[in-house]
């Protein structure tokens, strides 16, 4: 089927069979999940790129029209998810998530269980902490007063594993430019989207949960990803080594084989 409009977010369909539903993180796009796909052959692969992210810098969820006004939220991404499985007749479908997509997730897990098979959660978070809510606030002003180089320079370096700056450059080159690519006030909307989130309430997620993190993750450590797999009633997680944010980037034949092998057991 390949690229798509629904309600002027961008969205990828390939393949058949049970519905798997990526949503990315912060300053990311569809392509995050590129390296998954060879995998994924026996699955329909659905990529939105939320709105206000890549592609999607014109969603109609950042309109003044909206009863939200434009303003993004957690709420407000997990709304754009359900609708893009209700436009693309998905009932029921496994959610996979990173970073602040993991949110996401969680969030549309909690709020309507019956359409969620399962959850696979990359560079995972419940609830931001303060410091990174105050850091959040602080990036959004920066993206609109000088716009996304600089920070795209500072994520690719500080959200990397040493090893993986060291010997995949490809992936340093998608993280910088990934986040350089973006608008910045759809960028900035997603900031405070972040800064601005509260958890799930976890006690209404039952399905099973793959949790994959980096050890070497400093943006969402393998602390929180460690309390939050204790949290939900059916999670299991998995740790890489050498890894930092970018799982699906910095480990790609790992976090294939981990994602192929949750959805072959839970399917």
Same mark, same amino acid.
Request: hydrophobic share 45%; with cysteine.
């Given at each position: @089927?390949?690229v798509t409009?629904?309600?002027? @977010?961008a969205?990828?369909v /390939?393949?058949?069979g049970d519905?798997v539903?990526f949503?990315?993180g *912060?300053?990311g796009?569809?392509n995050?999940? /590129?390296p998954? *796909?060879? +995998? ?17 810098r014109k969603?109609?969820a950042l309109?003044?029209?909206t009863?939200h006004r ?6 407000v ?5 359900? =609708?893009?499985?209700? $436009?693309?007749?998905?009932?029921r +479908? ?7 997509g /993991?949110l ?7 709020r309507?269980?019956?359409?969620? =098979?399962s959850?696979?959660l990359?560079?995972?978070?419940a609830?931001?902490?303060a410091?990174v809510?105050? +850091? @959040?606030a602080?990036?959004?002003?920066a993206?609109r007063a000088?716009?996304l180089f ?9 959200a990397?594993?040493?090893?993986t =700056?060291?010997? $995949? ?5 998608y ?6 690519a $973006? ?5 900035a909307r997603t900031c405070? +989207?972040l800064?601005?989130a509260t958890?799930?309430?976890?006690e &209404? ?9 980096g050890?070497? !993750?400093?943006?969402?450590?393998l602390s929180?990803?460690r $309390?939050?797999?204790e949290?939900?009633?059916s ?5 890489l080594?050498?890894c930092?944010?970018?799982? /699906?980037?910095e &480990?790609s034949?790992?976090s294939q &084989?981990?994602?192929r092998?949750?959805? !072959?057991r839970v399917?």
């Amino acid at each position: @089927m390949g690229v798509t409009w629904i309600d002027r @977010m961008a969205v990828d369909v /390939t393949g058949d069979g049970d519905a798997v539903v990526f949503v990315h993180g *912060l300053g990311g796009s569809l392509n995050v999940w /590129t390296p998954l *796909l060879p +995998a994924l052959s026996r699955w329909r692969c659905i990529r939105p790129e939320l709105p206000g992210s890549a592609r999607s810098r014109k969603a109609h969820a950042l309109a003044e029209s909206t009863p939200h006004r434009g303003r993004l939220s957690v709420g407000v991404l997990a709304d754009a998810v359900l =609708r893009v499985c209700e $436009q693309l007749g998905v009932a029921r +479908a496994h959610l996979v998530g990173h970073s602040l997509g /993991t949110l996401v997730c969680q969030h549309v897990a909690a709020r309507v269980p019956q359409a969620v =098979r399962s959850l696979a959660l990359f560079g995972a978070l419940a609830e931001p902490a303060a410091a990174v809510r105050q +850091a @959040m606030a602080q990036r959004a002003a920066a993206a609109r007063a000088d716009g996304l180089f600089g920070i795209a320079e500072a994520v690719a370096q500080a959200a990397l594993s040493a090893h993986t =700056r060291q010997t $995949q450059p490809l992936a340093v080159a998608y993280v910088r430019e990934s986040l350089a690519a $973006q608008d910045a006030e759809g960028y900035a909307r997603t900031c405070e +989207a972040l800064a601005d989130a509260t958890a799930a309430p976890l006690e &209404r997620i039952a399905c099973p949960v793959l949790v994959v993190n980096g050890d070497e !993750d400093v943006v969402t450590p393998l602390s929180g990803a460690r $309390q939050l797999a204790e949290r939900l009633a059916s999670a299991r997680l998995e740790v890489l080594p050498r890894c930092g944010h970018w799982p /699906t980037l910095e &480990r790609s034949a790992d976090s294939q &084989r981990l994602l192929r092998d949750f959805l !072959d057991r839970v399917r």
